[in-house]
């Protein structure tokens, strides 16, 4: 980068994201919800956490959701409910976070990468059908900066060889694709709270939402030792819990969601708009 800066001019990167920004901005708020939490003596799988997987499930026009530790976590945690482990090839996009594929190594099977397409970075349906083995158990598109892979396509493909579809979501929470929310289109949704997402903690954080009721039950579990209400096991587990005060946190920033991306998909638009003279190439939506 050094090479690229005039000789005695100084230059600023502007930020993508700013967590303490989108904290102040609610602080207050916050606060007095953090201090509820710690004042309410429960802190782990409590009020603030149901209340939150309601809420957000629902938002998503989704029946369930599970919070887990992170949006990597959510998609092992979803894999493991598949039975996906040694094996097994699960097919992804080539253009990801290394999450995506380190969870579907983290399982034990093996990823098989597809190209994306030109125009939208997302997975190419195109080159889907061509990816596919007979030891293919799962699909996992990846809707990235904002922008839903073609599901419709995708879908087509999965259906056709009776494969269920795994949206990575933590790059576009609240997006629409034809009028559906990513995350409700495929058998589970997995999202990412990190601080710089759109929809952020103040701390990790991540959830599955489905509408398949034995799945969302199978998550349930495995996010927790394995444990039934009984706190006995079949099947093995670990610990990967959506916490109380992460949970009181998004709970106050989901209400803002949908002004907060109108709002960066305006300054986004304000870009495109300046760039368009200019020998960039800018997104197209």
């Known amino acids: 980068m050094d090479q690229l800066r005039p000789q005695g001019a100084g230059f600023q990167l502007i930020p993508t994201s700013s967590p303490l920004a989108a904290y102040q901005a609610q602080r207050d708020e916050i606060r007095a919800r953090v201090l509820s939490v710690l004042d309410g003596g429960n802190y782990i799988l409590g009020p603030e956490v149901e209340s939150f997987e309601r809420s957000f499930s629902a938002y998503c026009r989704t029946d369930y959701g599970v919070g887990v530790n992170s949006g990597t976590d959510a998609l092992i945690l979803t894999l493991k409910a598949l039975d996906i482990g040694p094996g097994d090839e699960v097919v992804t996009v080539s253009h990801t976070a290394l999450a995506t594929v380190s969870a579907v190594l983290a399982v ?8 994306i397409d030109p125009i939208f970075y997302t997975l190419d349906p195109a ?11 799962a699909v996992v598109p990846v809707h990235l900066y904002g922008q839903p892979a073609d599901m419709d396509a995708i879908l087509a493909v999965a259906q056709r060889h009776g494969i269920p579809v795994i949206e990575d979501c933590a790059q576009a929470t609240g997006a629409l694709y034809k009028g559906r929310r990513v995350g409700s289109i495929g058998d589970a949704g997995c999202f990412s709270f990190y601080p710089t997402k759109n929809l952020g903690a103040i701390g990790d954080g991540g959830m599955v939402v489905t509408s398949g009721h034995s799945l969302a039950e199978r998550i ?9 209400e009984r706190r006995e096991t079949d099947r093995l587990g670990v610990n990967s819990r959506l916490d109380e005060i992460q949970a009181a946190i998004l709970s106050v920033k989901l209400p803002l969601l949908d ?11 304000r870009y495109s708009e300046s760039l368009s003279g200019l020998p960039v190439i800018v997104p197209d939506e």
């Open 259 to 269: 002004q907060n991306n109108e709002r960066r998909a305006a300054i986004a638009r």
């Open 108 to 115: 034990g099977a093996t990823p098989v990468l597809v190209d």
């Open 127 to 137: 080159a889907l059908e061509d990816a596919i083995s007979t030891r293919t158990k």
């Open 220 to 228: 349930r579990r495995i996010r927790q030792y394995g444990w039934d």
